[in-house]
């Protein structure tokens, strides 16, 4: 819901960063598997009752999010950019449920459970719209100039991001917060379901 706007006020920054990054030889693919490396690290953070360093590996992971589209932009776009930067980031929201899983199985594992379940059902609304709108020809870039449609909803990337953020500093509250945030993605997916319905109408 917010991605628009945040994109207006980081992508400035994040290209002068990228310009630097660039010019040192590092691609783009390099700073995505190097972010999905550290944000792996919050499984066994998060298992040994440590959220404070998951926290740090989620920041740095979306700096390193941000930073590789920044240098694709710089480099140039290629499809398996944008094929791993969507498949690592929906493989770390999972793994960061995952963790609290692992937290607290007796509290967590149910409402992870959900949470993990709804993530499916944005993922899979979100690339089968683009993958037909890809065929059809369709675009937009007001997320940014992208290597693939980005249909917007109620809980896309800043909204996750807040919501993982939360989950290390209240981790306590993730049972509650997992419905809650599970709920809404039901929400952004049966958006994503209606838009599609409408826009691939025969």
């Known amino acids: 819901m917010f991605d628009a706007w945040m994109r207006k006020r980081i992508d400035p920054a994040l290209e002068r960063l990228g310009r630097s990054v660039s010019d040192r030889e590092i691609t783009a693919n390099q700073v995505t598997w190097t972010g999905f490396g550290i944000g792996l690290m919050v499984i066994p953070a998060l298992a040994f009752g440590r959220p404070e360093i998951a926290l740090v590996c989620i920041l740095l992971n979306r700096i390193c999010d941000g930073l590789d589209g920044a240098v694709a932009r710089i480099r140039g776009l290629s499809d398996l950019g944008g094929y791993l930067d969507i498949t690592l980031d929906f493989l770390f929201y999972s793994a960061v449920i995952f963790g609290f899983a692992l937290f607290d199985p007796l509290l967590n594992s149910l409402p992870a459970a959900f949470l993990i379940f709804s993530f499916v059902g944005t993922g899979s609304s979100f690339l089968a719209f683009a993958i037909v709108a890809e065929k059809r020809g369709i675009s937009t870039d ?40 599970g709920s809404l993605c039901w929400i952004t997916t049966a958006f994503r379901i209606h838009a599609a319905m409408t826009t691939f109408r025969p």
């Open 142 to 181: 007001i997320r940014g100039k992208k290597s693939i449609y980005y249909l917007g909803g109620l809980t896309e990337g800043t909204e996750t991001i807040v919501f993982l953020i939360a989950l290390c500093i209240w981790p306590g509250s993730f049972p509650w917060m997992a419905w809650g945030f």
